[in-house]
């Protein structure tokens, strides 16, 4: 059975991950692409190499306009996409890649490899933040397990420039982010809220957090790095979470600090501990791709959930490397 695929902002890097991802799924057949700027070139003008599909007109985003879908991706701006996808018919399900509606009523909040149960019933699914997905991967068991102080949570997470978008503006040419690392966002990032309403329904209770992530010269990648009271052991830690994640096809709970580039290209997330007991300290690590796992890949998993086919369909392979 093939599932009637859509995707919007086909033209940015979070959607055009979702396009090459749904157009090498066995279950899905794209026919709807839009975009804004991109409106009226054929799909093979903005990537040459997507073969059968390079004849779809890539159409003008208009949620009035839509085509009969089983499965829509969004993949736009933080707040642009509320008020277009409340139009959308009820029988499409929904996977928001953007922000706009992570804990937002009537929307399950898509951390898939957590709570795939959820999403399974969900018709509206709101993708985690790039960093979230890193961070709460890191974090979840211990959160789980009561292994941390949920008030002693320290964040340093470092991101390619990817992540800003295709959009992202003209501070983020090579000139400018070659050879440098900056910090942005700090004590405001618009996914610190996020990191902790999630962290408290994991079990966390009332977290609080501090977060910086920063923003370093390579093109794909986040490494999440987070700090946090407890009084386990590092075997301790990787038993925790080689338990909640049993059975889980994309963790990797590894014993050395897991690299960015293990995970290129995938939805595969590799999470490892260091915990020194005297000092009552915890190091919780996590790489991800972050058009992956921190994107479109996860929005595919969670697609894949929704509509009752194997989690795993479209998303087996290795990473790419080097």
């Known amino acids: 059975m093939k599932f009637k695929v859509g995707i919007v902002g086909v033209s940015g890097y979070g959607g055009g991950e ?69 139009r959308v018919s009820a029988k499409t399900k929904i996977v928001d890649i953007g922000g706009d509606h992570r804990f937002v009523d009537g929307w399950t909040y898509g951390l898939a490899d957590v709570w795939p149960e959820k999403i399974a019933a969900a018709m509206r699914v709101a993708n985690p933040g790039c960093y979230s997905a890193a961070t709460l991967a890191a974090l979840a068991p211990l959160a789980a397990g009561k292994m941390i102080d949920p008030n002693s949570i320290i964040i340093d997470a470092k991101s390619g420039v990817s992540g800003a978008g295709r959009g992202g503006g003209g501070t983020f040419g090579f000139a400018d982010v070659n050879e440098d690392v900056c910090a942005y966002g700090l004590l405001k990032h618009a996914q610190a809220p996020e990191m902790t309403k999630a962290l408290s329904q994991i079990g966390a209770g009332q977290a609080a957090l501090t977060f910086t992530p920063h923003l370093i010269p390579m093109t794909r990648g986040i490494l999440a790095t987070c700090y946090a009271r407890g009084k386990a052991t590092t075997a301790d830690c990787l038993a925790a979470a080689r338990k909640f994640y049993a059975g889980r096809p994309f963790v990797r709970v590894v014993d050395a600090p897991p690299h960015t580039k293990w995970a290129t290209g995938s939805n595969l997330v590799f ?52």
Not at 34 to 55: H, N, T, V, W
Not at 297 to 320: K, R
């Open 18 to 86: 979702a396009l090459r991802l749904c157009a090498g799924h066995p279950s899905f057949e794209v026919t709807y692409v839009a975009g804004e700027s991109s409106a009226g070139q054929k799909l093979i003008d903005r990537f040459p190499g997507i073969g059968a599909l390079g004849g779809l007109t890539i159409q003008k985003w208009d949620a009035a306009a839509l085509p009969e879908l089983d499965v829509l991706f969004a993949s736009l701006p933080t707040g642009e996409s509320k008020e277009p996808l409340a």
């Open 271 to 322: 999470v490892s501990y260091a915990a020194d007991p005297s000092r009552e300290m915890i190091i919780a690590l996590a790489a991800i791709d972050n058009l992956g796992k921190g994107a479109a890949a996860q929005a595919v998993q969670n697609a894949n959930l929704m509509l009752g086919i194997e989690e795993s369909t479209g998303l087996i392979g290795s990473p790419l490397w080097p």
